[in-house]
């Protein structure tokens, strides 16, 4: 910029830039100004450095990674399945509607390796399965995994072609990298064919990565204009008024010593063959040619050391500064190390006020229902409860590749509704626990299948995982046998997944605004003469983390807030409100049954110095102030100022918190 400023643009057709590390060309060519016009690139575009390869690449690391079922059907790995259709290219091929289509597919099958079979269901009329299910053919030897990417290239082609409506083909990029990636593959097949030599997948991909290595990808520019852009070796015999030349640094401009040959060096150097102290020269030789008739000469490098102690300037720059001078005086040499002052300012604080929009959705919400999840979202971090609640942002839809802890809850408590259901109103009589025990594995078996269809139990972590569930059922089944509950003594069942529910009245820009509490119980019983409102959990729970009051549920002061305490407080305020529950307070109590600790039983909501209706009055007040809060347009949706909180957050990232050292 400041050449064209200070001489105009003609001085451009007198300039080179020369790159000795060649993978910087797309980084300049994103960088050069549009000041500058018509320039030329005269090296080539690493093939490898293509989205196109990396296409072609996948396909290949997709099918030496493919297994067998036990049917003996060909089945690739889930990852690599799906980089490959989800690959930018494949949207020429088929419209984004069917390509989304098979991808959700794949997803909800929740299997780790897939093969044609399980892709029934998708065959008929959607448009992406021409081109899915030839690249899942079976394919054992070199020869027809070959054939397999010529007959994608094609389709490839064809598609190109065809959104180029049929004209513009020859100058397309994508087109000009799959003729040499075309190119390589025919060189392979015709290998394969007459040298016999090339059997395996994993040889042809070794092969074929080594070819794209050394087939650049050439551009199209005119040479007699503009600032002309090329590699070290392209410079050879070429003299430029002004050079200015990118990575002068040790390792980059000469090269390192790695050679590609199998031959020691001192054995090359004894029989006269070329080291690196041969590439070395032929590069100091094509250095100081290029820089003999020069004017203006810009060497640059990168003085900030990596992990491994990189950020030396070149020895060529040494010798420059060392011996130039001595013999012309008349060059000027100047080092300028540059400062710059940073520009990235301490992250400002993520403040999202409650326009209209937001203002609608939350009544909508109050509509609904808040949970208690909901509720402690917002109580944990205000801007958690905006990202996930109001604009119902989610995680990322993942192939489930191992049991993760939700799914093994919800089969867990699939297995318990499915038990106790046909007792409710009593309790299940001693053979009815037994039997039960003696029938887990089936029962367990048929919750996993509804709730992981397709996944593979019966191998690996999974296999684990299942045996777990397995064993906390029968010890909890045999604790509840031994419960002796008495039907005779009013003990019975009184509800499962029973849903609860409560409206608060709260002030909201001068008026009153109902706002819904929802929530679902697992389990509700009568016993001793007190209602229990249980829920279950298959992860830890410690008693401590029950005995709170209302008011440290609400204690923001806290790093960490009792989220379970909060939900125990939320199901006795809507159960004290629904009807059939409870009568009064005193006799209704929550609790938590963690299948970790059943040892310890029914872990109930402990409150201290203070009955459990003063608590609960307490906790409803409490609650209208935090609902009012959250509705009041004044205040906006703001950060946690606790860092605990941010660690296992899933928008830490965007709130500018997804730091390991927590300095934000």
């Avoid at 009544?363 to 801007?383: D, F, I, R, V």
């Avoid at 297995?415 to 025990?437: C, D, H, L, N, T």
Wanted: charged share 25%; proline share 5%.
């Amino acid at each position: 910029q400041k050449m064209i400023n200070e001489s105009g643009p003609e001085i451009l057709s007198r300039t080179a830039v020369v790159l000795a590390d060649e993978s910087l060309l797309i980084p300049l060519l994103n960088a050069i100004p549009p000041e500058t016009g018509q320039f030329n690139v005269t090296m080539g575009f690493p093939l490898t450095q293509a989205p196109l390869y990396a296409l072609f690449d996948g396909i290949l690391e997709m099918h030496i990674n493919a297994s067998t079922d036990q049917d003996g059907n060909c089945t690739f790995y889930h990852k690599h399945l799906l980089e490959v259709l989800q690959h930018s290219h494949m949207q020429h091929m088929a419209p984004h509607a069917a390509i989304r289509e098979v991808l959700k597919h794949i997803r909800n099958m929740k299997r780790a390796f897939i093969g044609i079979t399980h892709l029934g269901s998708v065959k008929q009329g959607n448009a992406f399965m021409p081109i899915v299910l030839p690249l899942m053919q079976k394919t054992e030897k070199a020869a027809t995994l070959i054939r397999l990417l010529q007959d994608f290239a094609e389709k490839l082609k064809t598609a190109l072609n065809t959104k180029a409506g049929g004209n513009n083909l020859q100058v397309s990029p994508e087109a000009e990298m799959l003729y040499n990636i075309a190119v390589i593959l025919k060189r392979l097949e015709t290998l394969s064919a007459e040298a016999g030599l090339m059997e395996s997948p994993q040889t042809l991909h070794t092969l074929f990565r080594e070819a794209a290595q050394t087939m650049p990808v050439a551009f199209y520019g005119e040479p007699l204009k503009g600032i002309q852009v090329m590699g070290m070796l392209e410079t050879r015999t070429l003299d430029f008024e002004n050079i200015i030349m990118l990575s002068v640094n040790e390792d980059k401009l000469p090269s390192g010593k790695s050679f590609n040959s199998f031959i020691p060096i001192d054995i090359r150097g004894n029989f006269g063959l070329p080291t690196h102290h041969d590439q070395q020269a032929v590069y100091a030789y094509h250095f100081y040619r290029l820089l003999q008739r020069a004017k203006n000469i810009w060497l640059l490098y990168d003085s900030e050391a990596d992990g491994l102690g990189g950020g030396e300037k070149s020895r060529f720059i040494s010798q420059i500064m060392q011996e130039l001078p001595s013999y012309s005086p008349l060059n000027i040499i100047t080092e300028v190390s540059p400062l710059m002052d940073s520009t990235h300012a301490p992250p400002k604080d993520l403040i999202i006020p409650k326009d209209e929009t937001v203002m609608a959705r939350l009544l909508e919400m109050a509509e609904k229902g808040l949970s208690p999840t909901t509720m402690n979202q917002y109580l944990n971090c205000p801007m958690r409860f905006y990202f996930s609640s109001v604009l119902r942002l989610g995680e990322t839809d993942e192939v489930e590749e191992t049991i993760d802890f939700r799914t093994l809850g919800t089969a867990v408590h699939e297995v318990m509704q499915r038990f106790y259901e046909q007792y409710i109103g009593s309790f299940p009589p001693e053979i009815a626990y037994k039997e039960a025990v003696v029938n887990v594995e089936t029962s367990i078996a048929v919750a996993m299948n509804k709730h992981y269809p397709g996944g593979d139990t019966l191998t690996g972590r999974n296999l684990l995982i299942v045996k777990v569930a397995e064993t906390w059922l029968k010890r909890y089944l045999k604790m509840e046998a031994e419960a002796r509950y008495r039907p005779e003594n009013g003990d019975h069942i009184i509800a499962l997944e029973k849903e609860l529910n409560h409206t608060l009245k709260i002030n909201f820009n001068h008026q009153t605004l109902a706002v819904n509490l929802t929530g679902k119980a697992d389990r509700i019983d009568r016993v001793n003469g007190i209602t229990r409102v249980i829920d279950y959990k298959t992860g830890n729970v410690n008693a401590s983390d029950l005995k709170k009051n209302p008011d440290a549920v609400f204690n923001n002061e806290k790093e960490t807030l009792p989220e379970k305490a909060f939900q125990l407080y939320f199901y006795l305020l809507m159960s004290l409100h629904t009807p059939g529950i409870a009568t009064d307070a005193e006799s209704l109590s929550a609790g938590i049954i963690t299948f970790r600790k059943l040892n310890e039983g029914y872990l109930s909501l402990n409150i201290q110095k203070m009955t459990t209706a003063e608590a609960m009055e307490e906790f409803e007040t409490l609650l209208k102030g935090t609902l009012e809060e959250i509705y009041d347009p004044a205040i906006p949706f703001v950060r946690t100022d606790h860092e605990k909180r941010c660690k296992n957050c899933l928008f830490k990232v965007i709130c500018e918190r997804d730091n390991d050292k927590g300095d934000w």
